[in-house]
């Protein structure tokens, strides 16, 4: 549902305890607004990076992206790694989520890193 307005006028409020010729008018304007009824869809189901065993914790990895089609604040979100032992984090930047290194990699001891991003 998109937000948007409803604007009545004229209405009008009659003295009851005198002439009933007697009123007062005010324009009334009702707000429709939003609700939070889609969820976010991913851009892909799934994404593959490669990092060097080499690089600095920091370093950005892989950027993944959503979108949301509801309005305003009903379509902000963030994103987030499910598995905590992972040596990757995510930042949120708008519609995107950015995959950076967390802690140093070793490709001797872990060659490959399945996670998911939600």
């Given at each position: ?78 994103f987030h790694i499910a598995e905590r032992d992972v040596p990757f984090s995510i930042t949120t930047e708008g519609t ?23």
């Amino acid at each position: 549902p998109v937000s948007g307005s409803l604007h009545t006028s004229n209405d009008r409020a009659f003295q009851t305890n005198g002439p009933s010729h007697k009123f007062v008018e005010a324009s009334v304007v009702v707000t429709i607004k939003g609700i939070n009824d889609h969820k976010p869809v991913m851009s892909q189901s799934s994404y593959n990076g490669s990092v060097l065993e080499s690089a600095a914790p920091g370093t950005a990895i892989l950027t993944v992206s959503a979108s949301d089609l509801d309005y305003g604040i009903n379509s902000s979100f963030k994103f987030h790694i499910a598995e905590r032992d992972v040596p990757f984090s995510i930042t949120t930047e708008g519609t995107y989520g950015i995959i950076r290194l967390k802690d140093t990699v070793d490709r001797e001891t872990n060659h490959t890193f399945n996670f998911h991003v939600y």
